[in-house]
């Protein structure tokens, strides 16, 4: 039995078409529509919205990949959360969050309050979660690491804590930022883990979808039926790219990780860097520029890296959190968060490192006013 993920990732797709043609790659399947034997009677795949074969092939990894019983592709990062929120969530209820998110994500909370009724607090530790819990508390929402802070949140503490007095409540992860290779929430406690897959599991700056996995088999056919029902599946074509992503899923994170880490310990010492925020592990990290530094200035200086609003591909990306991603907040709810305009957060991609520390260095020199 294969247990290494390396192998899991680089071998998956392989063998799945060995009873027509014993292709390696993959099969893409177009068809919306197939066809029935007879009356009662079913393939397996009746309609692209509920299955198609290529996406069913890429949801089988994304569950082993997570240690999870089903796995959904969906059209979208944020399809992913809105599929787990729909699941889960009715009219009156109310869940928890990490209190440092990707802004995306408030404002998609600050949505469901106004459109479906339900309620929600941010909370900043494990005593905060405990304190905030109501009696129509049925989800946690942890983003760890967070975006932009990077901030870690325990999630076999908090599931420990939580589920010994409250266990019906169901914890949710959103794992994008370290992916399995670094985090298997479902293994520490974890009862649903959401990707936007656009990111590192994509990694190639080319495809938009999101992934749902779960360990519980009772949320799994929950999410089945709302997925079906509100349709916001990944398409074949997109399944078929991710599915090409992921055989090399390790090896980019290794990369990644080892320039993340070289960006971390080198950046603190450059003068107009006043602090640096990173998790340890992964490719993502923040920084201040210090005052009397321009950040336009900065931007304009790059020459590798790039002013970009996404993360986890190839080339490397420059967002500033206050006017990008988390422009919809106010100023009063960014500054509480630490996130100031003279945030930068930094998307290691697989560039050389000393080439990317040069190039992030001279355009901080350069910005100095």
Known sequence: MIEKIDTILA???????????GAIVTPLYFSTAYRHPGLGEST??????????????????????????????????MSA???????????????????????????????IVTQRGVSYDPCSNLDDFLTKIQ????????????????????????SAVVKAKYPDIILAVDNTFLTPIFQQPLTLGADIVVHSATKYLGGHNDILAG???TGVDELAAQLETVLATNGQVLDPFSSWLLIRSLKTLHVRMI?????????????????????????????MISFYLASGYDVDAFLKGLHIASFAESLGGPETLITIPAVQTHHDMSQAQRLALGITDQLVR????????????????????????
């Open 11 to 21: 071998q998956g797709g392989n063998g799945t078409d060995d009873n027509k043609t």
């Open 44 to 77: 397996g795949f009746d309609y692209a919205r509920l299955n198609t074969p290529t996406r069913h092939i890429l949801e089988e990894q994304l569950a082993v990949l997570e240690q999870g019983v089903q796995a959904f592709a969906t059209s979208s990062g």
């Open 81 to 111: 959360i809105d599929l787990v929120f729909s699941t889960v969530l009715k009219t009156g209820d109310h869940f928890l969050t990490s209190d440092d998110l990707y802004g995306g994500t408030y404002r998609y909370f600050d949505s």
């Open 135 to 158: 009696p129509k508390t049925k989800l946690i929402w942890l983003e760890t690491p967070s975006n932009p802070m990077m901030k870690i949140f325990d999630i076999q503490q908090i």
């Open 211 to 213: 992934a749902v996995i």
């Open 255 to 283: 990369r990644h990780n080892e320039n993340g880490h070289y960006l971390a310990d080198k950046l603190v010492d450059v003068s107009g860097v006043s602090h640096l925020n990173y998790a340890g592990v992964g490719g």
């Open 346 to 369: 930094v998307s290691a991609g697989l560039e050389d490192k000393d080439d990317l520390l040069n190039d992030l260095t001279q355009a901080i020199e350069g910005a100095k006013l």
